[in-house]
């Protein structure tokens, strides 16, 4: 474990007194546990990033073709019908052919 000198504006430090106090914790526990979720979500930033470069939109592709089209199970449904995702019609080369046209 290590020491580290900080200096906070006086807001700050009043807010984190009233909320250690209201958690039941140390100002340092909540300070090392916001500095914990911060890293940790940096580094994920940063892993995600990398992880991207590598894929490809061809790839993407590929891998979502394979899914089946088919209704999800009873149990695995939006309850709510506004979120569901709206159907999305293909359109054949023929109709893309003639929307290409019309937008000229």
Not at 76 to 96: A, I, M
């Amino acid at each position: 474990m290590s020491t580290l000198s900080l200096r906070l504006s006086t807001s700050l430090h009043r807010n984190l007194r009233e909320l250690a106090e209201r958690e039941g914790v140390s100002i340092n526990q909540i300070i090392n546990a916001a500095v914990s979720e911060k890293v940790a979500a940096l580094h994920t930033l940063d892993y995600l990033r990398a992880r991207a470069k590598r894929g490809s939109r061809a790839g993407f592709d590929a891998v979502l073709a394979k899914v089946p089209d088919v209704e999800p199970p009873a149990y695995d449904r939006l309850p709510n019908p506004r979120l569901q995702p709206k159907k999305v019609r293909r359109r054949t080369g023929k109709k893309r052919a003639q929307t290409a046209r019309l937008r000229g």
